[in-house]
């Protein structure tokens, strides 16, 4: 769809500060050819400061809405007008959908988590210990997906205090199935079926990881490793990961997921995670990418 003159009739961007590493609009606009729909979809940087406007103007018409990465996520669930049950539990909004003049905040990292790890072959076992690493935003996200999911997390963080808040924050859908907190040294790595990196370790150095190698000698053969981290393909947590036997992925496919998902939001059309993924291939390395970014 057009507008009569052929100038495009939709318009999506990505608030963020930075905003020039984003994978976003190549994803997006990939979506809105595979749809045939004539939209344009922008990477703006936007200081703090000025995320309330940028918000606001989300409400022109022809405005489908955004996507928040750092360091807008938390900062913008006091600016929407109604929040998804994910984005409340989450405490965090990386979807913004405009609908007749209303702002609604969603989260996609959760559900994009989740569809990633099934593409990874994780098998959901109920009860399955699963071990979190980090205590930002990603990490609440994962928490989310894996426990609603039937999972029991730990989350791991080298300030304790940050993991508790999370565990503490956390009101689980299922008594049975429990978050926790935990020093690494006191964490379930031996029955642990999953363990996510959902902190900031090898963003802006491919050498630094956020876990020792020798608790990864301590994981069942088949425990699964996911780094959200995307950019470098391979972290050095993947590296040691394999090098001691385990699976282990990057965060390519929770990108791609929740890409997926915010489109259909917008505009309704349920494109193939395919057109996405295929959008991300030979890429020209645009720099590190923050954990669970857009």
């Given amino acids: 769809m057009s507008l009569p003159d052929g100038t495009p009739a939709f318009h999506a961007f990505l608030y963020a500060d930075p905003a020039a590493h984003s994978l976003s609009p190549r994803m997006h606009r990939a979506a809105f050819a595979h749809a045939g729909l004539n939209g344009t ?22 405005v489908l809405g955004a996507n928040l990465s750092l360091p807008h996520k938390e900062a913008a669930l006091p600016l929407l007008d109604s929040l998804s049950r994910a984005a409340r539990a989450v405490g965090a909004v990386n979807t913004i959908v405009h609908r007749d003049g209303q702002l609604h905040g969603d989260n996609t990292d959760s559900p994009g988590l989740r569809d990633a790890l099934y593409d990874a072959g ?44 999370i565990a503490a924050d956390w009101h689980a859908p299922d008594a049975h199935f429990q978050v926790t907190a935990l020093p690494a040294h006191a964490a379930p790595w031996e029955s642990a079926a999953l363990v996510v990196n959902a902190s900031s370790a090898g963003l802006n150095d491919p050498d630094q990881t956020p876990l020792d190698a020798t608790f990864l000698t301590r994981l069942p053969a088949r425990t699964l490793v996911y780094d959200m981290v995307y950019k470098p393909a391979e972290t050095r947590l993947m590296r040691e990961a394999r090098a001691a036997g385990l699976n282990a992925e990057n965060g390519l496919g929770m990108l791609a997921h929740q890409a997926r998902l915010a489109f259909r939001a917008w505009t309704g059309a349920d494109v193939p995670v395919s057109v996405f993924l295929n959008a991300l291939t030979d890429l020209t390395d645009p720099g590190p990418a923050p954990a669970g970014s857009a």
């Fill in 41 to 62: 979809y922008d990477a703006l940087r936007v200081a703090p400061a000025d995320l309330p406007g940028a918000v606001e103007a989300l409400r022109r018409p022809g």
């Fill in 122 to 165: 994780y098998i959901w076992e109920e009860g399955a210990e699963v071990i979190v690493l980090g205590a930002g935003g990603a990490a609440r996200a994962a928490v989310h997906a894996l426990n609603c999911g039937g999972q029991n997390v730990t989350v791991v963080n080298r300030t304790l205090e940050r993991a508790q808040a």
